[in-house]
């Protein structure tokens, strides 16, 4: 299945994170949501063969890598309190509908 | 950001109960997804609808896809401790992107 670490995380306001996501075997896109507590997730971006193919609503300093073994990153810098979140990947293979989710990274921003 | 309209907001019922919860948006999906969410967990698809009208079901639960496209309703039947959880709708419209738009969750407590 779909891994992502850490499973929690504190950061102080201004710091940057990286979180990583590991994509069910043979799935080659990936997409990260972020899930503010009471929420449903709301997705930030996806990436097929390494390029980002489609962003929400989020600023650029949320940005992201995906990796020759499909696996990924999310990083994002100058965190701010409302980052706070779970964060889920979700993968699929190009071309069906269904995606797979991770079980999140907690970020606490303080 | 987007999110679909869902309710109820949460609902505690008791063991061997019957379920509704229902989705509704302002624009049209192709595509309709339920989802379950356990405290820590990622989301968990349970019943996928591709077409206005269709109703399918999964074992205990049955979701239909609305007729405008607009909507989607997810019973269980005969409730079980193991039903407790968040669940989520999610709408899409495929293409390249694929992006779920989820709706803001109901919350289901059962009790034994």
């Known amino acids: 299945g779909v891994t992502q670490s850490p499973t929690h995380l504190i950061k102080t306001r201004g710091q940057q994170v990286t979180l990583r996501c590991s994509s069910q075997s043979g799935h080659n896109t990936v997409s990260w949501y972020q899930q503010a507590l009471g929420q449903g997730p709301q997705f930030i971006f996806q990436?097929?063969?390494?390029?980002?193919?489609g962003r929400g609503n989020f600023p650029p300093r949320f940005s992201g890598l995906q990796f020759p073994n499909d696996s990924s990153e999310l990083n994002v810098n100058a965190l701010e309190l409302d980052d706070s979140a779970l964060y889920l990947c979700a993968s699929r293979f190009a071309g069906e509908e269904t995606q797979y989710f991770g079980p999140g990274t907690r970020l606490l921003v303080l | 950001g987007q999110q679909l309209n869902q309710s109820p907001q949460s609902m505690f019922i008791q063991e061997g109960e019957d379920v509704s919860m229902n989705c509704t948006s302002s624009?049209?999906?192709?595509?309709w997804l339920w989802y379950k969410q356990d405290p820590g967990e990622g989301p968990v698809l349970l019943i996928a609808?591709?077409?206005?009208?269709e109703l399918t079901s999964n074992g205990r639960l049955t979701a239909q896809f609305g007729i405008t496209r607009k909507d989607s309703f997810l019973n269980i039947s005969a409730s079980i401790p193991s039903d407790v959880g968040i669940y989520f709708c999610a709408g899409l419209n495929g293409g390249a992107t694929n992006k779920l738009i989820f709706g803001t969750g109901t919350l289901l407590a059962v009790q034994p």
């Open positions: 624009s049209i999906f192709n595509t």
């Open positions: 609808l591709y077409k206005a009208g």
């Open positions: 990436y097929y063969r390494k390029e980002e193919n």
